[in-house]
T-cell receptor, first 114, second 111 residues
Framework: EAQVTQNPRYLITVTGKKLTVTCSQNMNHEYMSWYRQDPGLGLRQIYYSMNVEVTDKGDVPEGYKVSRKEKRNFPLILESPSPNQTSLYFC?????????????FGPGTRLTVL | KQEVTQIPAALSVPEGENLVLNCSFTDSAIYNLQWFRQDPGKGLTSLLLIQSSQREQTSGRLNASLDKSSGRSTLYIAASQPGDSATYLCAVRGSNYKLTFGKGTLLTVNP
């Protein structure tokens, strides 16, 4: 089954404790991205990656890091989380090839930073 | 910087009504435009994708149009059903492949 998986689905942590949210896709997609969704602000892109070892900043990259060492994985790293990073996070992937550029989204990770 | 606006922010209609959701964007140099559906607490599901060279796409009771020159898209839902209740999001992929979302329209279809 074609899917994007994220782990963990729910996480409560404390300020300053480094964490990683994993994202994996099984569709051999080149493009992967991370978004955060906040009430009243909608979905905002954090980082995206066009292929292995190629990453670019989105609209709200501050406080986040990513890496793309393998095509299927795109982890999101919060080196020193702060309460303003409490949010619902989504990972997504796509091929970016004309009509097949359908975005597949993961189920989301709800992060609370105390 | 691309900005995407969706109007209305919320819409409540009786079952069976036809309805239109609107999306506008500021930079017409786009690769494609996509409409998504999001159920509460869930991820996004792709509904329709329109390439920049296309004018419309249809899937079942859904029809999406694109007028790139005016920076507008509409999502038409025919014969709405309670199961259509969700938030509908419009997203534009720019020429740099970056995807920018609108804030969505919360649709409620009342039985």
């Amino acid at each position: 089954e074609a899917q994007v998986t994220q782990n963990p689905r729910y996480l409560i942590t404390v300020t300053g404790k480094k964490l990683t949210v994993t994202c994996s896709q099984n569709m051999n997609h080149e493009y992967m991205s991370w978004y955060r969704q906040d009430p009243g602000l909608g979905l905002r892109q954090i980082y995206y990656s066009m292929n292995v070892e190629v990453t670019d900043k989105g609209d709200v990259p501050e406080g986040y890091k990513v890496s793309r060492k393998e095509k299927r994985n795109f982890p999101l790293i919060l080196e020193s989380p702060s309460p303003n990073q409490t949010s619902l996070y989504f990972c997504a992937s796509s091929l970016i090839e004309g009509a097949t550029d359908t975005q597949y989204f993961g189920p989301g990770t709800r992060l609370t930073v105390l | 910087k691309q900005e995407v606006t969706q109007i209305p922010a919320a819409l409540s209609v009786p079952e069976g009504e036809n309805l239109v959701l609107n999306c506008s964007f500021t930079d017409s140099a786009i690769y494609n435009l996509q409409w998504f559906r999001q159920d509460p607490g869930k991820g996004l599901t792709s509904l329709l994708l329109i390439q920049s060279s296309q004018r419309e796409q249809t899937s079942g009771r859904l029809n999406a149009s694109l007028d790139k020159s005016s920076g507008r898209s509409t999502l038409y839902i025919a014969a709405s059903q309670p199961g259509d209740s969700a938030t509908y999001l419009c997203a534009v992929r720019g020429s740099n492949y970056k995807l920018t979302f609108g804030k969505g329209t919360l649709l409620t279809v009342n039985p």
